[in-house]
């Protein structure tokens, strides 16, 4: 059974059906820069105030829906490179926020029955 963790409104053209849990995950980013020294300790500093996290999502969406999608990608999330608001688990007690995402590189669709494409991705969200 897949059940949806995502849910994402694009202004353009509506509700998308969330991205399922297969493949869903994701990788909280090093905060901090490690200096070897010759002699002694490393040091070891912060790099961020706010650490990003780098999610994996993936959607299954009808041939239609990826039509949307692909357009929404390119004009109004500027082929990845906007941020967009989405509703995601994020780890904190099971508890669905919502949070700033934006794409890290292009999506990637695989045709895997009649008419639906499975859509992966990963996605960059700030204050995770």
């Known amino acids: 059974m897949l059940l949806p ?8 053209i509506g509700l998308l ?14 905060g901090t820069v490690r200096t ?29 829906e990826l039509a949307d999608f692909r357009t929404w990608f390119r004009d109004t999330a500027a082929a990845g490179a906007a941020w967009f608001p989405l509703t995601l688990a994020d780890g904190s ?19 895997v029955s009649n008419l639906v494409w499975e859509v992966k991705a990963s996605l960059e969200v700030r204050n995770a």
Not at 37 to 61: E, K, Q
Not at 93 to 111: A, D, E, M, N, W
């Open 17 to 30: 059906p969330p991205p399922i849990v297969t493949g869903y995950g994701f990788v909280p980013d090093d």
């Open 36 to 64: 070897d020294m010759d002699t002694g300790s490393a040091r070891v500093r912060g790099r961020f105030t706010s650490i990003p996290d780098t999610y994996s999502v993936t959607w299954r969406l009808k041939a239609s």
């Open 5 to 12: 963790l995502l849910v994402v409104t694009l202004p353009d």
């Open 93 to 111: 007690y099971g508890i669905f926020g919502s949070h700033q995402c934006r794409f890290v590189g292009t999506y990637k669709p695989t045709l």
